[in-house]
């Protein structure tokens, strides 16, 4: 299994407060990402790192903001928590581009609970 | 604008027959796709994948069949096992940029009954 590992598996929070999710990889991959996944949507990108400190949007980044100081962490925070972010927040890893596969390999997901 | 569709939320398939299970893209110029395979609390995990140079791909009991005209993907499980109930996601490598993020369908629930 691919070296990911989040934190933390499970959160409860309340409306309005702020949440940070960790990623940690010990496989020293350039790309990290963040998913989230909800039913009848599979799996979003919510935000993508191409290196330390090079971040950018994905599909639903709304809400959302990262960061990514080291190679083997990326964070996730959710500035101001609302229920819509209730979901299962996956990160993944993939190496550096020019590979043959594009394979991502994921983490065990952290299920956030907004109320 | 969902660049990639799995238009059946469920499937159901008695052990030993065929599973197969679709996808469609509306993006032509994604020249690479994966399946993925999910199990409830796990993360996702790589199952197989195919070049849009190609139009099968084969791996044990899993087979990965490319219809580019059609836009049309499929993944066929000979036999089906009861471990393989899971959902299944098939994605698409972006097509601009480095970081090539994964596009996901929405995914199919399969179930194989003993």
């Known amino acids: 299994d691919a070296g990911i590992t989040q934190s933390p598996r499970h959160k409860v929070t309340e409306t309005g407060t702020p949440v940070t999710l960790r990623c940690h990889q010990t496989?020293?991959?350039?790309?990290m990402y963040w998913y989230r996944q909800d039913p009848g949507h599979g799996l979003r990108l919510i935000h993508y790192?191409?290196?330390?400190?090079?971040?950018d949007k994905g599909e639903v980044s709304d809400g959302y903001s990262v960061s990514r100081s080291k190679t083997e962490d990326f964070l996730l925070t959710l500035e101001s928590a609302t229920s819509s972010q209730t979901s299962v927040y996956f990160c993944?890893?993939?190496?550096?581009?020019?590979?043959?596969?594009?394979?991502?390999?994921f983490g065990q997901g952290t299920r956030l609970t907004v109320v | 604008d969902q660049q990639v569709k799995q238009n059946s939320p469920s499937l159901s398939v008695q052990e030993g027959r065929i599973s197969i299970l679709n996808c469609d893209y509306t993006n032509s110029m994604f020249d690479y796709f994966l399946w993925y395979k999910k199990y409830p609390a796990e993360g996702p995990t790589f199952l197989i994948s195919i070049s849009s140079i190609k139009d099968k791909n084969e791996d044990g009991r899993f087979t990965v069949f490319l219809n580019k005209s059609a836009k049309h993907l499929s993944l066929h499980i000979v036999p089906s096992q009861p471990g393989d109930s899971a959902v299944y996601f098939c994605a698409a490598p972006g097509t601009s940029g480095s970081a090539r993020q994964l596009t996901f369908g929405s995914g199919t629930q399969l179930t194989v009954l003993p």
């Open positions: 790192s191409y290196g330390v400190k090079d971040t």
């Open positions: 496989e020293n991959h350039r790309y």
């Open positions: 993944a890893i993939s190496p550096v581009s020019g590979t043959t596969s594009f394979e991502a390999f």
